[in-house]
């Protein structure tokens, strides 16, 4: 089975940047589209980023203008750049891949936190 490793997570202060990883133990062109989802004590899981085989993304409207989603296809590895953090973007990340099938793929999430 496919697994989903993130890295790059920790602890920083407002206002300054991190990048994750999302290396995947395979070939990550075997995904229709691929996402970043973050999930706050005590909230829901909710989609950051998302990012089509056509190169298409989305961001939820918390993040337009401060984070960027990538990929690396030689690489096997999907990014997320995250600029002028927030408090509020204290959350564990998790990246996923989808199959056409539908099927989901899941890292198994780090933990991101910001501090003012």
């Known amino acids: 089975q496919l697994r989903l490793v993130e890295s790059g997570g920790g602890s920083v202060q407002a206002g300054g940047s991190l990048r994750l990883s999302c290396t995947a133990a395979?070939?990550?062109?075997?995904?229709?589209?691929m996402d970043w989802h973050r999930q706050a004590p005590g909230k829901q899981r909710d989609l950051v980023a998302n990012?089509?085989?056509?190169?298409?993304?989305f961001y939820a409207d918390s993040v337009k203008g401060r984070f960027t989603i990538s990929r690396d296809s030689a690489k096997n590895t999907l990014y997320l750049q995250m600029n002028s953090l927030k408090p509020e973007d204290t959350a564990v990340y998790h990246c996923?891949?989808?199959?056409?099938?539908?099927?989901?793929?899941w890292g198994q999430g780090i933990q991101v936190t910001v501090s003012s």
């Open positions: 990012l089509t085989q056509d190169g298409q993304t």
């Open positions: 996923n891949g989808r199959l056409e099938s539908g099927y989901l793929f």
């Open positions: 395979g070939n990550i062109a075997i995904f229709s589209t």
